[in-house]
């Protein structure tokens, strides 16, 4: 196995899994993105080759160039180690690197990734799921690139379930309208993770009719729905009918990396 | 920390974190799941009790009896886990026990699992998004109990995103036919995964409009959308448009656990 396209899981290094810990261990060479938590990063040995691919905004390496570069590594013999923050195939576009490494006849396997949408919710007591308030969650981007296909957030609104908002923070303001004009309750709770998993995290909860003013700096999950009003980790878990008449704060909690 | 809540992971016992391999070495006790993985109960140490709740129909145990357990154990000051199949929040009825040992002053923690969600389908060479084709991906349970909050299946078609039904087996065809109703093409692809990343992993693939009478065996992800077609093991990727005049068939896939 040349290439294995790897998930980091959501920042905390104790959320990698035991396969993706034994294939960094090894790595000749490690391919990563900029999502990748400082302390997975730390995981990589000293011998190891490191390949920073990170997309931060204005420093880009264009997806073409990574998959020719995997191509390139992985017809080479090396061990490589494509690692990308939280899960491959969220909005990881791993589809597209799987698929030039099997056109190319490269051998690959894929390790998946703990993935923020869930994680960083449960990191701040959210459960994305929960027994009488909500049977459904819906992971979306708010970041789209041109002629990606759209998601009708109208729809999305009337499905009754939680929605997990990755890469959405610049566009939270036209989401959060969106959402009301499909019928969404504007007293809908909401609450955004920054940093979540790691020492850094921080919550901040809010109504959908505040989204658009909240503070929130990316990146960060952006969760809305009546489960966004709990916090488990204090016992707090509200009935939908009193979710919804849920008072925004904004709170700091850092140091709670396996949400204790 | 006396009661941690820990997500196993969809079966292969390389997909737990190291967390929860650590914990799970240590453990005194061990409350699992039906769902949980031979290969992670075989991580259990040998002086560890263990309990086995699995809801497996006609022996359930009812969840206020585990809740109360967990509670009881954890007082006792016994290094507890309760293990779980896929993450503890998606579906996984773990707020209600985060709930409940918050409630009873019991300390916790809660370490996130790799849920099936978007495991199985990656097992499968699944992406659940892909650029161009799939922008969002909704998780929803097909099993409801009396008085659920319910999800609106036709408005989950007008989404616009890959649908994947955990638990769904038997409603198989009330959902297909539901998401027919709501407008989704009858040709759209369709993959259920059975016993994913083991060694007893079957996929089979349909149109939704076949779904209905496929042969499914219980428990099963079953995955909606275009890219059900794909299969980036081969490197098979199809666009949109050629995704929907998809050929059902059914192969059977064993022994690929890191989905190479």
Do not use: C
Not at 150 to 161: K, P
Not at 199 to 222: F, H, K, M, N, Y
Not at 245 to 260: E, M, T, V
């Amino acid at each position: 196995m040349s290439v294995a396209l790897v998930g980091a899981g959501p920042g905390d290094p104790d959320l990698l899994t035991l396969r993706a810990a034994r294939l960094l261990a090894t790595a000749e060479v490690v391919v990563h993105d900029a999502l990748v938590g400082d302390g997975v990063l730390a995981l990589i040995p000293e011998s190891a080759e490191r390949i920073d691919v990170g997309k931060r905004p204005g420093h880009p390496t264009p997806q073409e160039m990574i998959s020719t570069l995997l191509v390139e590594l992985g017809r080479q013999g090396k061990r490589v180690v494509r690692l990308k923050g939280g899960d491959p195939f969220v909005f990881g576009r791993g589809g597209e690197e799987a698929e030039a490494l099997a056109e190319a006849g490269v051998p690959f396997e894929v390790v998946p990734g703990i993935t923020s949408s869930v994680a960083a919710p449960a990191a701040a007591g959210i459960p994305v799921t929960h027994r009488g308030v909500s049977a459904a969650f819906t992971v979306v981007t708010g970041h789209r690139r041109h002629g990606e296909p759209d998601v009708d957030w109208r729809s999305l609104a009337n499905v009754g379930g939680t929605i997990v908002v990755l890469m959405g923070v610049s566009q939270r303001g036209v989401i959060a309208s969106e959402l009301i004009s499909g019928g969404l309750d504007p007293s809908t709770p909401v609450a955004a993770i920054e940093s979540a998993t790691t020492d850094a995290q921080v919550v901040g909860r809010w109504t959908l009719a505040a989204l658009a003013d909240a503070e929130v700096r990316s990146p960060a999950v952006i969760v809305i729905g009546a489960v966004a009003a709990f916090d488990f980790r204090s016992g707090y878990l509200p009935a939908m009918s009193e979710a919804t008449a849920y008072a925004p704060i904004r709170s700091s909690q850092p140091g709670q990396p396996h949400l204790r």
